[in-house]
């Protein structure tokens, strides 16, 4: 069983940066994992990237590629995601997700779910 807890959201302005953490109360976060995704009212869940296990692979949505950055430490077992540049399109609920598995997970695919955490960008 993996809880996970998300933090760190809250309201910025266009152009603004914020981070968001995840943490992990697991054994076997070094085997999992971590991804992000976001949902804005109305819309459906949408995937926003993923880390593997070792930190070694990231991938990213194309709408986020190159503004967001997906990190892990695994002495504090969390994940962050960086998010610079932001939109009034990025603002949504995030949530992070975690599977135990080497692969990285396709789509939803994904075990374990936080509550989210709101992020509202200001134009």
């Known amino acids: 069983q993996v809880q996970l807890a998300e933090s760190g959201g809250g309201l910025v302005q266009a152009g603004g940066s914020l981070r968001l953490s995840c943490a992990a109360s697991a054994r076997t976060f070094s085997s999992c994992a971590m991804g992000w995704f976001r949902q804005a009212p109305g819309k459906e869940r949408e995937f926003v990237g993923t880390?593997?296990?070792?930190?070694?692979?990231?991938l990213y949505a194309h709408s986020v590629n190159g503004r967001f950055t997906i990190s892990r430490d695994y002495a504090k077992s969390t994940v962050y995601l960086q998010m610079n540049s932001l939109k009034p399109d990025d603002t949504a609920v995030y949530y992070c997700a975690a599977k135990v598995t080497y692969e990285l997970p396709i789509g939803t695919n994904y075990d374990y779910w936080g509550q989210g955490t709101q992020v509202t960008v200001s134009s």
């Open positions: 880390i593997n296990w070792n930190g070694g692979r990231t």
